[in-house]
T-cell receptor, first 118, second 111 residues
Framework: DVKVTQSSRYLVKRTGEKVFLECVQD?????MFWYRQDPGLGLRLIYF???????EKGDIPEGYSVSREKKERFSLILESASTNQTSMYLC?????????????????FGAGTRLSVL | DAKTTQPPSMDCAEGRAANLPCNHS???????VYWYRQIHSQGPQYIIH???NNETNEMASLIITEDRKSSTLILPHATLRDTAVYYC????????????FGQGTILTVHP
């Protein structure tokens, strides 16, 4: 089974703190994604990475950065946490197209980290 | 991406089949139908996908109409653990970048 593991299920931080959210996948996936999910707003892409040390901005990258030093690990960093970053954060991963072909490009998700910024 | 329409909620008795419909009347020829679900406070879980043929895996079956304008996800023997929000997504495969969920169907399985 595909395993995408997020380091924390629940996290409480103070405004201004630097926050690290870690995600590890064990399926040798090339692609990794960070989303946030908020009621009424659905799933929104923050950043994604298609290779080690590569990153691409998603729809809402402001206030976030990412790091991918190893293939299996993708970190989301909140440089200075703010209350409007209180949310559910979801990590996902998938194979690259070169490995799966057109039809099998499935994203697999971790359990999520519910972050509260006070 | 083609727009999808799902009923906001459905109920199902435990042990019975749950049939979740999805309308995607503007689907184009190269778009796949994907189903995910999200159990409360957990990450989304991939269920199944298909292009035009019916598909079955260990979790569910996907029935796509011949004109591809609608589909049905079937959970053959629903359990209480199948209570979740079910999302039908129509996308060109492969996914480039983000996955976008609509409102989905809240399925409640009751004893």
């Amino acid at each position: 089974d595909v395993k995408v593991t997020q380091s924390s299920r629940y996290l409480v931080k103070r405004t201004g703190e630097k926050v690290f959210l870690e995600c590890v996948q064990d399926m040798d996936h090339e692609n990794m994604f960070w989303y946030r999910q908020d009621p009424g707003l659905g799933l929104r892409l923050i950043y994604f990475s298609y290779d080690v040390k590569m990153k691409e901005k998603g729809d809402i990258p402001e206030g976030y950065s990412v790091s991918r030093e190893k293939k299996e690990r993708f970190s989301l960093i909140l440089e200075s946490a703010s209350t409007n970053q209180t949310s559910m954060y979801l990590c996902a991963s998938s194979f690259s197209l070169l490995r799966t072909g057109v039809a099998k490009n499935i994203q697999y998700f971790g359990a999520g980290t519910r972050l509260s910024v006070l | 991406d083609a727009k999808t329409t799902q009923p906001p909620s459905m109920d199902c008795a435990e042990g019975r089949a749950a049939n979740l419909p999805c309308n995607h009347s503007t689907i184009s020829g190269n778009e796949y139908v994907y189903w995910y679900r999200q159990i409360h406070s957990q990450g989304p879980q991939y269920i199944i996908h298909g292009l035009k043929n019916n598909e079955t895996n260990e979790m569910a079956s996907l029935i796509i109409t011949e004109d591809r304008k609608s589909s049905t996800l079937i959970l053959p023997h629903a359990t209480l653990r199948d209570t979740a929000v079910y999302y039908c997504i129509v996308r060109v495969a492969p996914f480039y970048g983000k996955l976008t969920f609509g409102q989905g169907t809240i399925l409640t399985v009751h004893p």
